[in-house]
């Protein structure tokens, strides 16, 4: 039976890549770049690009915009600090996050936020999105001193509810970090389908959702149903 669901961030709840477009865009015109040469299309291409989904630092990423479009009047920090200080302001939820989020909590369901990223900035864009309160347990990787996929972040995050690993559900969008990390802590698991396929190397998540409203079974039947699927 699963009694407890932890749920990663980006591209799960919030619709990262699509909230980060809105913020650039804005902070395009924000700083009248179309005046100094750089078209809203390169400066967006060249974001997206060199972030990499958020792996890449901003503070390299900055870095690099300044350098490619020759704004030397800017400062990475300038930029950084604006990208810290206002990115909740331009997040948008992933389709159905609130929904789900809310019919599960109705259910009784325990449910988590495992997330890697900087403290503050993660709980300033849940907080933003409107589902913060609606967690037991949030885990920002900063905060814990660890990061995902290790194991012992997703066994902590478990305690925190009071469900063994065992009949929890984590639900993420990264092979990786969010279902190979959950699945060692003996989580079940389930990978909302991206644009991306499945790495054939890797195990199997428990299942795969094409959407969030996957996971609506669960407040029907309240057992371990789920299939293994590739």
């Not at 619709?15 to 009248?32: G, N, P, W």
């Not at 990475?76 to 302001?89: A, K, P």
């Not at 929890?168 to 396929?197: E, R, Y």
Request: hydrophobic share 40%.
């Amino acid at each position: 039976m699963i009694r407890a669901i932890g749920f990663d961030l980006d591209e799960t709840l919030l619709y990262r890549s699509a909230s980060l477009l809105r913020f650039i865009r804005h902070q395009h015109a924000e700083h009248h770049l179309a005046q100094k040469g750089v078209s809203l299309q390169e400066w967006c291409d060249r974001f997206i690009e060199w972030d990499r989904s958020g792996y890449v630092g901003k503070d390299v990423v900055y870095s690099r915009l300044i350098d490619h479009f020759h704004l030397n009047e800017y400062t990475v920090d300038v930029l950084w600090n604006e990208y810290r200080n206002h990115f909740h302001r331009f997040c948008i939820a992933m389709p159905h996050a609130r929904h789900i989020l809310h019919r599960l909590k109705t259910n009784e369901m325990r449910l988590a936020l495992v997330t890697n990223g900087e403290t503050v900035f993660q709980k300033k864009n849940a907080e933003a999105l409107g589902i913060l309160p609606l967690f037991d347990a949030v885990f920002v990787s900063e905060e814990e001193g660890r990061k995902k996929p290790d194991p012992e972040l997703f066994i902590q995050a478990a305690r925190r509810m009071g469900v063994p690993p065992e009949f929890c559900l984590f639900v993420g969008d990264h092979p990786v970090n969010d279902i190979q990390g959950a699945a060692a802590a003996g989580m079940q698991t389930a990978w909302l389908k991206g644009l991306s396929l499945w790495p054939q190397h890797l195990t199997p998540p428990t299942v795969t959702l094409q959407s969030l409203l996957d996971l609506l079974p669960l407040l029907e039947k309240r057992k371990n149903a789920f299939e293994t699927t590739a």
